[in-house]
Each structure stands twice: as C-alpha cells, then as structure tokens.
C-alpha cells in the first residue's frame, strides 16, 4: 500500500473517498482520510463489505510473482472490483475491464481508481462480473472436484509404487 501513498495523496485532491486499511491499527496518510482497522479473522467479512473499490498492489518480483492472488478473490466473492497489480496469478484472475482493473503505473493507478470512483455503474458491472468468476472457478464447489483429483491421483501414484 505504500507505493500508492502519492497517487492516493495526488487522487485526494481532486476525488473524495475513503481508505479502508485492514491489518495496521494505525495507519495514516496525509491529505488521505483513512480508516485503519486490525485483522481479525472473525470480522474479516463485515470489514471488507463496505468496500467500495479492493486494492491489491505488490510489487514485481519473484516473491510476489509467486502470490495466490487471495486479496483479489475475496474482494470479488463479495462482488467488490478489485484493481490489481498485473503480477503473477492476478493476471489469470482479473480481466482488465472485464471482472476488475489492471494498474502498473503511478498514472494508471490514478486514472483507473479515479475512473471507478466516478462510475458506481461501472464498479457494479466489475463488482457482479468479479462475483460470477468467483463462483465459477474459485468457488469451494468448483475447486472441491480439482482437489479430490489431485489426491486421488496422488494415491494411485503411491499404490504403484
């Protein structure tokens, strides 16, 4: 998140919003009004919904190009348009313009949030195109089958051997 300090900083002066942090108990901004909130898995839910807009920028390496995407996938199961850093995984889960926002740049950070933050009709059509993908692809029901493969394959490999 602090890579997008400036362009949250430079967003502010023109957009009205509100940051909504989870996991810092304090964090601040300036010129930025934020609302800083500790993780707590019980509330991780009701956090995340007020939401308007889901943030997921990391940076390119190969860390993070090794990432499961998961700050993503929760903000599109409750229908929240995620913008995203194209890094790893994130470029398979979220189609730009399609189910949520791709940024690399400082500038495309600031146009592609400004953009959302203007259109509730366009972060509705993301939001509810980001809740399909969940449901038809990440879903427990879906990803359930993928798994009792996976083991199931896993065991007849150690029965051969």
Known sequence: MDSLKPVLQDLAKTERFRLRVIGASVYEIPGVEVDALPWIPKSEVEDLRPMDI???????????????????????????????????????????????????????????????????????????????????????????????DIFNAAASSARKA
Not at 54 to 65: A, C, H
Not at 79 to 90: A, F, K
Not at 101 to 108: I, V
């Open 54 to 148: 889901g943030l997921m920028p990391i940076i390119d390496d190969e860390f993070s190009r090794g990432k499961c995407g998961l700050k993503a996938l929760q903000y599109m199961a409750l229908g929240i348009p995620p913008v995203v850093s194209p890094v790893g995984v994130n470029s398979e889960i979220v189609q730009d313009g399609v189910n949520g926002l791709l940024a690399t740049t400082p500038d495309e950070w600031k146009a592609k949030l400004a953009l959302l933050l203007r259109d509730r009709e366009l972060r509705q059509r993301l939001g509810a195109a980001a809740r399909r993908t969940v449901e038809g692809k990440y879903s427990a029901a879906i990803q359930s089958k993928r798994v009792f």
